[in-house]
């Protein structure tokens, strides 16, 4: 009887997603960048786009340019988050720095990733209390900074914790009080503000990782699946306007697809909004 109800519960759950696929309206805007790289939005849904040399750019939603920060040294950001409600933060593997800008684009704080314990950071997000999480593939471990004071707050060795062959990390990021960690080859591994591992979602991709409310979300061929972190349920919201998108990032009433070299930015669906 109890497995009887939980094969009700869940045909019942995949049916009303199956309902609600996503139906958009004429884009918002479109936006041209050459060798664009990475995109984030901020809580007023503003658009941060990086570039292959490390040029971050500022749009509203409308498409139009507000802002431009060139580095003086150019290089590669693996990193570019705008969700923090005050900061920019940018991590630059190939550099072996962070940069944390304010919303204008000014820089506030950059310094070098290399201290006495930390000799390969490969991918790094900025974390509550100021606090940056770093992936050291030198000795895979997760290790927390105080990039104020500069020191070393914890390390945490996860070869044996994560049981997987292939460790390399493409992003870690932190979202309410959770830390992500992708792994294409084996899948997220999500942790807790401690840096303590919870539990692992079998999501392998090569796409910057996508939250919306309790939710992760990604681009799969045509279509736009998505993974419940409450209920750990996949589910598939159906075609999306075009089958050239890469990668999403969703924003307050706001959604953006990434093509080769372009953004485009739709209204958020209703049948997004209405998920819990």
């Given at each position: 009887m109890r497995f009887f109800l939980i094969l009700v519960l869940s045909f019942a759950s995949s049916a009303a997603f199956s309902q609600e696929r996503l139906e958009f309206k004429t884009p918002l805007a479109e936006i041209s960048i050459k060798e664009l790289d990475q995109v984030s939005l901020d809580t007023r849904d503003q658009i941060f786009a990086s570039t292959a040399s490390g040029d971050v750019f500022l749009f509203d939603k409308s498409g139009k340019q507000l802002n431009l920060f060139s580095p003086p040294r150019q290089a590669r950001?693996?990193?570019l988050e705008a969700s923090w409600t005050v900061n920019i933060f940018t991590f630059s593997a190939d550099l072996q720095e962070y940069r944390v800008m304010d919303r204008f684009l000014n820089p506030i704080a950059e310094n070098s990733l290399l201290?006495?314990?930390i000799i390969l950071p490969k991918a790094a997000t900025l974390g509550n209390?100021?606090?940056?999480?770093v992936w050291d593939e030198s000795d895979l471990s997760l290790k927390s900074v105080d990039y104020i004071r500069k020191l070393i707050l914890q390390s945490q060795p996860l070869n044996l914790i994560l049981d997987s062959e292939d460790l390399r990390v493409t992003e870690i990021r932190e979202f309410k009080n959770r830390l992500f960690m992708n792994v294409p080859g084996s899948g997220i591994f999500i942790f807790d503000n401690?840096?303590?591992f919870l539990q692992k979602a079998a999501i392998q991709i090569e796409q910057r990782m996508c939250y919306y409310k309790e939710h992760l979300f990604w681009i799969d061929g045509k279509n736009l699946k998505g993974y419940s972190l409450t209920s750990q349920a996949f589910f598939d919201m159906?075609?999306?306007p075009t089958e050239n998108f890469e990668s999403v990032q969703i924003g307050q009433e706001i959604i953006t697809f990434v093509e080769k070299e372009a953004i485009k930015v739709y209204a958020l669906p209703e049948q997004l909004k209405?998920?819990?």
């Open positions: 950001i693996q990193q201290l006495d314990n209390n100021n606090v940056i999480w401690q840096g303590n159906g075609k999306l209405r998920i819990k």
